[in-house]
């Protein structure tokens, strides 16, 4: 078995630099992979599924399914990422005006309330995956993951709000002293 692939979420995000083509179908490869152990999970439970299954339900072999996951649960790890990222775009896209507080309250409205940045099926499948993690330590440890990365994507994001861009607030060695 090899080791997997980085999920999408451990690599930094560059707007400037876009994806290969062969990148790009990795990327879409792994989504299509965790949808299918997305659904599976909510249908049949996650001790019911096997990487076997996900991987017929993806229209994979299961050889190729371990090149891109060593276990059934980190399987939704892209789904986990993708939902951290639609929440940090979002507070990005806040109107610069909104206070921080506000701002993060803008990335709620519009990455947690079904049918406005989610759909409804999305939703409840995200709800289901998250409360697994409850319950199974490997999909918590994939869960725990996901979530530090995406802390360090959202707190870029809001240094930037705080900083407005301007690199010197952001680094106090670089700002000029007061002295």
């Known amino acids: 078995m090899s080791s997997p692939t980085p999920a999408p979420d451990s690599r930094p995000v560059s707007p400037s630099a876009p ?22 999970f909510a ?3 996650l001790r019911a599924t096997r990487a076997e299954d996900i991987a017929q339900r993806a229209g994979i072999a299961p050889r190729t399914f371990y090149r891109y996951f060593a276990t059934k649960e980190e399987a939704v790890a892209p789904l986990y990422a993708a939902g951290a990222q639609r929440w940090a775009d979002a507070v ?12 993060l309250e803008h990335g709620v409205r519009h990455t947690l309330t079904p049918g406005v940045g989610v759909s409804t099926h999305s939703w409840t499948w995200a709800r289901t995956l998250i ?10 440890k994939v869960w ?3 979530c530090q990365a995406s802390e360090r994507t959202l707190g870029e994001v809001l240094l930037e709000r ?7 607030l952001a680094d106090p060695a670089a ?5």
Not at 92 to 103: I, T
Not at 135 to 140: I, Q, V
């Open 19 to 40: 994806l290969s083509l062969t990148e790009r179908r990795k990327a879409e490869t792994r989504m299509e992979i965790a949808r299918a152990a997305a659904g599976l």
């Open 43 to 45: 249908r049949h439970g």
């Open 92 to 103: 990005r896209a806040a109107p610069p005006a909104l206070s921080v507080p506000e701002a």
């Open 131 to 140: 409360g697994m993690a409850e319950s199974s330590p490997g999909l918590r």
């Open 144 to 146: 725990a993951e996901v």
């Open 162 to 168: 705080v900083t407005h861009g301007d690199p010197a």
């Open 175 to 179: 700002a000029p002293s007061a002295t």
